[in-house]
């Protein structure tokens, strides 16, 4: 239905940035249903996490972003209008955001129990790792 591929990871220095990008294709039908994007993580030993989200607004409504609170100031979720692809600007960077990071799609309208929920997410990318040293 659709692929996501993720790009932009690599090794930097706390303090430093990173840009990721999450391209997606497929099916044309299935892209222009497509409600939530979000960029998720997962650390050596832990959960997967939700970082950020944006709802999909449209002709009423612009577009809403979610964030964890671990990153909020200091990362950026953006998508070009056509969803065509997904970005995740990470200013700041830490050790403790060490992880590889996946983007995800979700066609459901409303997730529960929330848009940083993987849950609700029906397509996965296969990850960018981001490394970051102190």
């Known amino acids: 239905q659709v692929q996501l591929v993720e790009s932009g990871g690599g090794s930097v220095q706390a303090g430093g940035s990173l840009r990721l990008s999450c391209t997606v294709s497929?099916?044309?039908?299935?892209?222009?249903?497509?409600?939530?994007m979000a960029w998720f993580r997962q650390a050596p030993g832990k959960e997967r996490e939700g970082v950020a989200s944006?709802?999909?607004?449209?002709?009423?409504?612009?577009?809403?972003?979610y964030y964890v609170d671990s990153v909020k100031g200091r990362f950026t979720i953006s998508r070009d209008e056509t969803k065509a692809t997904l970005y995740l600007q990470a200013n700041s960077l830490g050790p403790e955001d060490t992880a590889m990071y996946y983007c995800?799609?979700?066609?459901?309208?409303?997730?529960?129990?929330?848009?940083?929920?993987?849950?609700?997410?029906?397509?996965w990318g296969q990850g960018t790792q981001v490394t970051v040293s102190s």
């Open positions: 944006v709802h999909v607004g449209d002709i009423h409504s612009a577009d809403s972003t």
């Open positions: 995800a799609t979700s066609t459901t309208p409303r997730i529960n129990p929330g848009p940083l929920s993987s849950l609700g997410y029906n397509s």
């Open positions: 497929g099916v044309s039908a299935y892209i222009e249903y497509i409600s939530y």
